[in-house]
T-cell receptor, first 108, second 113 residues
Framework: GQSLEQPSEVTAVEGAIVQINCTYQTSGFYGLSWYQQHDGGAPTFLSY????GLEETGRFSSFLSRSDSYGYLLLQELQMKDSASYFCAVKGYQKVTFGTGTKLQVIP | DAGVIQSPRHEVTEMGQEVTLRCKPISGHNSLFWYRQTMMRGLELLIY????????DSGMPEDRFSAKMPNASFSTLKIQPSEPRDSAVYFC???????????FGQGTRLTVV
């Protein structure tokens, strides 16, 4: 089976940097994705890591360590609009399993 | 493309009634997923189709739930009979098989009273 763990809530100040961690256990692993979901909205894709290392897309970066079954999403220069829930998701054999999500609150 | 289209956006029904949720995936995508989201259980994969064929339905909670994909452009999720504990937001998502990115519809908020 597959299971993921991520913090339930994080609070950070506007303009700061925040890191959201994700650890996973899976019987088959192809990659780790991150999705953003605003209240009342649908999840939207942010990034995907199949190999170890850091992937950067603008203010957002995602990291993966396959040997540690660990990844993180790094958000820089936080903006109020970044307040949302962030989900990590493991792409395993034939299916994707989502974590329970981290609710990020950005405060002024 | 208009993205993944789900209908209805909101559904309120009485316990025991049949509920049918509909999804039109993005044209050209050959993988389709049905998810359920609740505060308690988060985002759960219910069933996954590839090329219109159900590949993994291990997430379907009970026999009251069924899903079909009669063609590449349409899928349904049916609950019969519905129960209050089925109240949730149901998302449909699609992707191209080899892609790592899934595109989600806006969801159907189901309330069973």
């Amino acid at each position: 089976g597959q299971s993921l763990e991520q913090p339930s809530e994080v609070t950070a100040v506007e303009g700061a940097i925040v890191q959201i961690n994700c650890t996973y256990q899976t019987s088959g692993f192809y990659g780790l994705s991150w999705y953003q979901q605003h209240d009342g909205g649908a999840p939207t894709f942010l990034s995907y890591n199949a190999l170890d290392g850091l992937e950067e897309t603008g203010r957002f970066s995602s990291f993966l360590s396959r040997s540690d079954s660990y990844g993180y999403l790094l958000l820089q220069e936080l903006q109020m609009k970044d307040s949302a829930s962030y989900f990590c998701a493991v792409k395993g054999y034939q299916k994707v399993t989502f974590g329970t999500g981290t609710k990020l609150q950005v405060i002024p | 493309d208009a993205g993944v289209i789900q209908s209805p956006r909101h559904e309120v029904t009485e316990m025991g009634q049949e509920v049918t949720l509909r999804c039109k995936p993005i044209s050209g995508h050959n993988s389709l997923f049905w998810y359920r989201q609740t505060m308690m259980r988060g985002l759960e994969l219910l069933i996954y189709f590839n090329n219109n064929v159900p590949i993994d339905d291990s997430g379907m909670p009970e026999d009251r739930f069924s899903a079909k994909m009669p063609n590449a452009s349409f899928s349904t999720l049916k609950i019969q009979p519905s129960e209050p504990r089925d109240s949730a937001v149901y998302f449909c998502a699609s992707s191209f098989q080899a892609s790592t990115e899934a595109f989600f519809g806006q969801g159907t908020r189901l309330t069973v009273v």
